[in-house]
């Protein structure tokens, strides 16, 4: 009884260690909604934190001005400010502080556990690198190629146009081996990383797979939604997503 309260007191001692997130930095894009989304799941008052860019006078998007560089100077969004003055920019380490800061709330990387923390986070690698990184590319040397060609942090969207057939069916295989995999081990009522609760795997893929069906309109390119690509098992998850992104907001 003695050890369980002082390993609670120490935990207390260290979360009061923690700064608080003042400002989070958004703009338009899957992955300031799944940090938006994660700090919900926190019980943060997103809202009242959020500071969303808008385009300069110019035609310049806000996050990359000088003003804004010299704090993240990757010049993308999320990015967090906390009351030290500590600027914290990409989505897993934001969502990994979160997790620090908020330890009595359900674990968006697994949580103390070690084992729970390396099943969470293999699966995050595995929707990152298989799905979701070839689906952005896409969208940004596609679609999107005109917006990101016209800054010099990304010269190299114009040049990758030829590769968006490629990485378009890179998405659409992994979905179905997704597909299947899920289907073969999880149950009705389970997300992506196991169990009945989500984690930042599902935030992932949710955020990506909405957003992109939204941008790929045929502009530039041939149409692509990647859902399409899901069997029973992912559109049953969607809509239980849907069910948990409802209860979010």
């Known amino acids: 009884m003695r050890r369980q309260f002082l390993a609670r007191r120490g935990a207390a001692a260290a979360t009061r260690c923690v700064p608080k997130i003042t400002t989070l930095y958004v703009g338009p894009g899957p992955n300031p909604e799944m940090v938006k989304l994660g700090l919900a799941s926190k019980g943060v008052d997103v809202k009242s934190i959020t500071r969303r860019f808008k385009l300069a006078a110019d035609g310049t998007p806000e996050n990359r001005l000088r003003e804004f560089t010299k704090l993240n100077p990757a010049a993308t969004t999320p990015f967090v400010e906390l009351e030290d003055g500590t600027i914290l920019a990409e989505s897993v380490a ?8 908020y330890p009595d709330a359900p674990a968006l990387l697994g949580g103390p556990d070690a084992k729970r923390a390396a099943e969470v986070e293999m699966w995050l690698m595995r929707i990152m690198l298989q799905i979701v990184m070839p ?15 016209s800054s010099k942090l990304h010269p190299w969207t114009e040049a990758a146009g030829a590769a968006v057939p490629s990485l378009r069916m890179m998405v659409t295989a992994n979905l179905e081996w ?11 009522d389970e997300f992506i990383a196991g169990g009945t609760r989500f984690t930042l795997p599902d935030l992932q893929l949710y955020t990506t797979a909405k957003f992109m069906a939204k941008v790929n ?5 041939p ?5 399409e690509a899901y069997g029973p098992w992912l559109k049953a998850w969607e809509a239980r997503m849907d069910d948990v992104v409802a209860g979010l907001k």
């Open 217 to 221: 309109t045929a502009k530039r390119t």
């Open 135 to 149: 689906w952005q590319r896409s969208f940004q040397a596609g679609e999107a190629a005109p917006y990101f060609a």
């Open 178 to 188: 997704l597909e299947g995999l899920m289907a073969d081990s999880r149950g009705a």
């Open 223 to 227: 149409p692509f939604d990647g859902r």
């Open 94 to 101: 934001i969502a990994r502080y979160a997790d620090a800061l």
